[in-house]
């Protein structure tokens, strides 16, 4: 693999750090600024709103500069907004800040995806594009219980000091290490736009937001459910997130490795284990090592998924990939917020701590049945593209019948 890879997985890991790091610091920077946990929450939910809007937003707005500048701008739009936030005297600002860094978070991996892509034979790009996502599972691994400790330690401020200087190391990594690619003859945003006309993309990014959503409904409350269900202490939490986050490693590793082979196969493999093992988390939520054993599955398990994913959508954007890749990262956040949303419901409605578990099952299995429609679709499209081909008389009236 390329040394450019290493360059964007840096990247990846700053801001895979900045993105989950202020769940474990929320206390911290309530009473630094003197506001309610639910009030400091909104530094969760903004940042991902932020990577939702920012994703087509700024890409849009790069169509017209290379790749690898576009990448380092959006590295310096994300230093930025890291020093806004540990520098920010009021809470207002602190929300900007973190607004400001997530603009740069789907712009970075949906355009980093396509040159990753690019930087490797054709038989390997989903593996690129899973080297590139590495940083960002590593980060859940190495980077968010470090800067949790530091924060709780010497301050939330110097985490967030950290995380700019992790930053400004990605930035010199793509200036030194990223190749300054060309940019596709003729391709303008008109053409990137038209991608999404393209029921295939549609479909993945469909794919992404209830494959990834399970996972999520499942994890974002996964602290009352190992603490009031399977009878953990508080302080177990962290190390069953480290958990979490190498079953996420393994996964993606996998993932890329497999996807490159067989893309719908493993997704077909991915998402259908997925909505087994969430399902049977209502059962082994009850029992402290079934717990521990299926937490990593499900971050292996969803992970596995990211790669094969994102390299559906470029494949099917084929030419002018760049703005749907992107948006299919803001797909991936969107996901997050539904699921967490509708595992709130559930629990809300007085089902327990493990029911978001049955709404992350159930939402992996719409995603496999997506799977399943998509490659139904592009049979079917193929098989009329060949009868097409064959001059039949026949098959050509039977094609004009159908259109």
Known sequence: MPLALLALAIGAFGIGTTEFVIMGLL???AADFDVSIPLAGYLVTGYALGVVLGAPLMTALGTKISRKRMLMLLMGLFIVGNVLSALAPAFGIMLAGRVVAS???G????IGSVVAAELVAPEKKAGAIAMMFTGLTVANVVGVPLGTLVGQSLGWRVTFGIVAVLGVVGLLGVARLVPDLPKPEGVRLRH???AFRNVQVLLAMA???LGFGG????ITYITPMMTDVAGYADSSVTWLLVLFGLGMVGGNLVGGKFADRALMPMLYVSLGALAVVLALFTLTAHNKIAAAVTIALVGALGFATVPPLQKRVLDQAAGAPTLASAVNIGAFNLGNALAAWLGGVVISAGLGYTAP???GALLAASALVLALVSAGLERRSGSVGRVVASGSPTASAAVGARR
């Open 27 to 29: 206390p911290e920077v």
């Open 103 to 105: 603009l740069a978070h």
């Open 107 to 110: 712009a970075f991996f949906g």
């Open 192 to 194: 990137e736009v038209a």
């Open 207 to 209: 794919m992404t937001v």
């Open 215 to 218: 996972v999520f409904a499942a």
């Open 357 to 359: 578990n049955w709404v």
